[in-house]
């Protein structure tokens, strides 16, 4: 089955944005990630909704070291790769495949992508 996409930024709850299969789905090229802090990273996405600052979508990027601030809420589902996550003054946690994890605003830390990793990504 072709993955069947919207990418209207619509709020109507009588046709809401679908996404039949976010593992296979075709992604655009976002380009190199502006995050990396050595070799370049490339990424691609697709946003499936936005509502102004909110947004919803699939995200993927290749493997290497990046820094992060964020600048709002996301939450993630991993659907494959795997990257190791350092929290600024914390420990590093492992995430992979199936696993969930919430960013709140302001979060500062690293990111280490092993392989190339998919997210499911929502920005609140």
């Known amino acids: 089955m072709t993955p ?9 709850s009588s046709n809401p944005p679908f996404l039949s299969d976010a ?12 995050e990396a802090t050595a070799d370049l990273m490339r990424t691609s996405g697709v ?10 979508g699939v995200w993927e990027c290749t493997p290497g ?27 590093p946690t492992d995430v992979g495949p199936g696993d969930t994890m ?3 605003k302001g ?8 392989e190339t990793m998919r997210k499911l990504y929502v920005l609140f």
């Open 107 to 114: 979060w500062t830390g690293d990111w280490q992508i092993h």
């Open 47 to 56: 946003i499936i909704w936005e509502d102004g600052e909110k947004q919803a």
């Open 23 to 34: 593992t296979t789905a075709d992604l655009e090229d976002w380009g190199a990630l502006p």
């Open 65 to 91: 070291p990046s820094r992060w601030s964020m600048p709002a809420n996301e939450f993630i589902y991993v659907l494959y790769g795997r990257m190791t996550v350092t929290p600024d003054g914390g420990e």
């Open 102 to 104: 919430v960013f709140p």
């Open 4 to 12: 069947s996409t919207s990418t209207s930024a619509s709020t109507s």
